[in-house]
């Protein structure tokens, strides 16, 4: 099971300022050497955070699997056809909203997303679609070409510990279970963090994990290399 690591928070701090500091280029390849195995990025139409200039020298420069998330817009397939990620991932985007709010609604905005797949493809690029936890969402993600789906786990990460909780993890395990069945690769993410990530990395069948605020907020205190270690570790104590 890999861990990719999203970075955008180093830019969240930068532009906080609107300097040069903190460089997520620099965060990349500290956490590789805590272990990460990818780096994410995710380029907003706004450019909120992470920009074009932090996506061409990531490219770069970055070893591992880049993931670069992105709303299926025809001016990010452009970008990423011209920077050629080693993924990509395609995600929902509000511009009032401060992280991703939920999975992409693939049954409602299909044709542009098969669109936006069928032109990553022909550059032999890789396509994740982050999805809510159901069924009917996995059965759509394999309509449209996806190579991957990207299970959202926020419903999880936000309900009290206890029957709540539980009844979501479920609904996780229910949704790789369907993944599997339609032949598609599985990863997971979003809202996962030190006390929580046990459970669903202890799950079969998932491919990565992809975790970005709660290490970057760990790392703000002591360091992003140890912040990732110890996320590595408590996933290599469920395999």
Not at 33 to 57: M, P, Q
Not at 82 to 100: A, F, G, I, N, S
Request: with cysteine; charged share 25%; proline share 4%.
């Amino acid at each position: 099971m890999i861990l990719g690591v999203n970075i955008d928070h180093v830019a969240t701090l930068r532009q906080a300022r609107l300097g040069d500091d903190p460089d997520p280029l620099m965060a990349a390849p500290l956490a590789v050497l805590g272990g990460a195995d990818g780096i994410t990025v995710h380029l907003r139409e706004d450019r909120r955070h992470v920009n074009d200039r932090d996506l061409w020298l990531l490219r770069e420069s970055v070893q591992v699997e880049l993931n670069m998330e992105m709303a299926a817009t025809k001016e990010m397939t452009d970008i990423a056809l011209e920077v050629r990620p080693d993924m990509v991932t395609l995600v929902p985007e509000k511009r009032q909203e401060l992280t991703t709010e939920g999975g992409l609604d693939i049954r409602k905005k299909s044709a542009q997303t098969i669109k936006a797949i069928e032109k990553l493809h022909k550059a032999g690029i890789p396509v994740s679609l982050f999805i809510n936890p159901d069924p009917d969402d996995i059965a759509a993600s394999k309509a449209a070409g996806a190579d991957m789906v990207e299970i959202h786990t926020g419903m999880y990460a936000d309900a009290p510990r206890g029957r709540k909780q539980y009844k979501e993890l479920r609904r996780v395990e229910d949704a790789i279970a369907s993944a599997h069945e339609h032949g598609i690769v599985v990863n997971v993410g979003h809202g996962l963090n030190y006390h929580n990530v046990k459970p669903v990395a202890s799950i079969e069948g998932i491919r990565g994990l992809y975790i970005g605020h709660s290490i970057i907020s760990r790392a703000v205190l002591i360091g992003l290399e140890q912040a990732v270690r110890d996320m590595k570790a408590l996933i290599r104590e469920c395999q």
